[in-house]
Nanobody
Framework: QVQLVESGGGSVQPGESLRLSCSAS????????LAWYRQAPEKERELVAI???????DYADSVKGRFTISRDYDKNTVSLQMNSLAPEDTAVYYC??????????????WGQGTQVTVSS
């Protein structure tokens, strides 16, 4: 079984920074795609940043130049550095992983979410 645990959320003022982390634990063959999503109140969950195989990274247009996704292959963690935060970044942020549980099988797993609130 695979577990993802996020940390690092909180309340900040506009222009400040936060760093989210997501740690994967359990028994698995490999972590393939790692991504961060967010869901604001009364809005659909949206992709924020993704790192796929080969360290290819992509970002939502709204966060390009402000957010950076990175992973530590040794520690099975993925982080999201968020700079120049704005009120519209307020949401619950979720970590998602595509995990190869065996050589032949893979599945998608979600963390429990961490709240990020940006307000003055």
């Amino acid at each position: 079984q695979v577990q993802l645990v996020e940390s690092g959320g909180g309340s900040v003022q506009p222009g400040e920074s936060l760093r989210l982390s997501c740690s994967a634990s359990g028994t698995f063959f490999s972590l393939d795609v790692l991504a961060w999503y967010r869901q604001a109140p009364e809005k659909e969950r949206e992709l924020v940043a993704i790192e796929s195989a080969g360290r290819n990274r992509d970002y939502a247009d709204s966060v390009k130049g402000r957010f950076t996704i990175s992973r530590d292959y040794d520690k099975n963690t993925v982080s999201l550095q968020m700079n120049s935060l704005a009120p519209e970044d307020t949401a619950v942020y979720y970590c998602k992983a595509t995990v190869r549980t065996t050589y032949y099988n893979s599945g998608e797993y979600w963390g429990q979410g961490t709240q990020v609130t940006v307000s003055s």
